[in-house]
């Protein structure tokens, strides 16, 4: 067995891409980022939907569910615990933005090691920030987990204290959006709400698994366009995605949040890997 | 002396890039797109300009002009003709969006043929087409070259027909902004107007010329926010960048426009290479 292959890319263990690839020239592409636990791929369907959902809406040709998981296999086959990076690109092309009549999608899969966190961020919550890098609104792109991050890069880039674990953005139109790498839910009396993401925001993976959770449990739930306002006035906040599960707001900027059961609750009923033990 | 090479990454002849440049992750970067003609980058010095301003604004270590002054004579010594262009991201990094503290920029400078555009698109002018994508207005990215150009690969994708040259863009505000590829002027009543970009677009390098020709020369200009209707109103129309100089606008969807004498005055005020003889 081949051991310490830490990129394919079209099937070919390469560590470079060309220089005249559409994912460097314009972040013509989409990315997923997988967790990995016990040598297993987890919430692994729901990230190829999320990634074929977003095929469809930029004309990408999709790579296929058993190519993407024989390669997937073949990379982490030697690997605990660690993260599996899908990015997709629409290939190389002549200069400018038309697409090439018969584009040939670059594949790659990268392997990185697991996150570290500290424990504290699920136990006792997190310290966040309100960023003051705003998400622009644009239907055509809204929902979808492309390569033009530019917008996250500057908000991630608005704290160096490590004490701080995330950042809320808000979008253009003043309206509460997610994380800079992770989905926001509040909670009010009981029940749940998380920003629709019509205008911008990506749709994430771990935000998909608690709305379906809420609609089998019969939890109430909203998904609505939230105004700042609204998550001062909640009991409960909390960040999501599929490589840290659930992690509760303790302190937004001067704000102070308390953990709720059903956060608690939510936190245990999470696919394995995802709450530390 | 060298021959045939194409690409300089940090001055070292290569075709490839590190599968963990964060170009290719976020598009975190910046580029230009620079006419050679005669042997010489036409408007050199002011594509550096945008270049290092648009460094500043992402707060991107800048190269400096002797370096890609020195690597772009290298790389066109025997181009007579072509187009240089320059990308600049913010190297490698670990996983995540968080900039490293010493970011390592990867310089890339690449070689391409020069374009070819019939000659008409000078001549009698174009035909264009209004885009249904819009550009979405977040001020902290307006007027920067920088890789997030998903919104214009997905207006280019509008159109196969090759008797369309170019697409108007309009701002999710509902404002005109820009061509997909260049930057758009109207003219009424023998004045130049063209978009503010506080909003959205791309700040280019042959808008800027021109406005400084404009106001060398004493020609009236204004440079505010448009609205679709003001299009459609006005007597000339003209799409421009620094790889082309200044097409002229035919018809745009059913509307159609004269080429005003002034226009066909400034096509010929522009740096050489930029009309066709």
Redesign the interface.
Known sequence: MEVNIR?L?NGTP???????????????GL?E?ILIHKNKCILWKEHLERLQDGCKR??LPSPGASILKKEAKRLIHTTQEG?L?I?L??GESE?????PSHPKPTR?L?L?PPPFYPKKNWQEGIHAMICR?????????AGIK????????????EWKDPNIAEGLMQS?ENRVIEG??SNVFLEKEGVFHTPSLQE?GVAGVMRRFLLNFFEKAGWPYEVRPIIPAEVFEANSLFFCNSLFGIWPVLQLDHYKFCISPKIRKLQKCLPPGLFPS
């Open positions: 990129h890319r390469r560590n470079s891409i060309s220089l005249l690839d559409r994912g460097l020239h314009y972040g013509d990315f980022t930029l004309a993260i990076k990015i690109t629409r200069r400018g933005y038309a697409i790659i990268s990185f890098t705003q998400l622009s609104c644009t239907p055509d792109l492309h390569l033009n991050r530019l917008e996250q890069v500057l908000a991630r880039s253009t800079t790498m911008c």
